[in-house]
Nanobody, 123 residues
């Protein structure tokens, strides 16, 4: 499956931004979907994930209450709504899909990746 992320951009502190990731080639409805990010000079880290059914979501502690992951099976997409953005949210954001049966935040469990979209939060 191919993933295409979009929606990044330059925003101000406290602003909101929505990222979207579209799957093509194959359906992503049977995959756990996640968002990861990589800030300059840092390792790529887990941000959020959603189960195949969409009934459960998981978040990295620093984004809990500010970010919301969702999926639209009909559109074959996964989205990340980001509110109250902080400077430390600045990073390249990647969507990813995993064949794992249960939730995982380990990037090595994700076998399909989008190309990344840059989010810059300016003060």
């Amino acid at each position: 499956v191919q993933l295409q992320a979009s929606g990044g951009g330059l925003v101000q502190l406290g602003d909101s931004l929505s990222l979207s990731c579209a799957g093509s080639g194959r359906t992503i409805s049977n995959r756990i979907l996640g968002w990861f990010r990589q800030a300059p000079g840092k390792e790529r880290e887990f941000v959020a994930a959603i189960t195949k059914s969409g009934s459960m979501t998981y978040y990295e502690d620093s984004v809990k209450g500010r970010f919301t992951i969702s999926r639209d099976t009909a559109k074959n997409t996964v989205s990340l709504q980001m509110n109250s953005l902080k400077a430390e949210d600045t990073a390249v954001y990647y969507c990813a899909a995993s064949r794992r049966l249960i939730f995982t935040e380990d990037q090595y469990d994700y076998d399909s990746w989008g190309q990344g979209t840059l989010v810059t939060v300016s003060s």
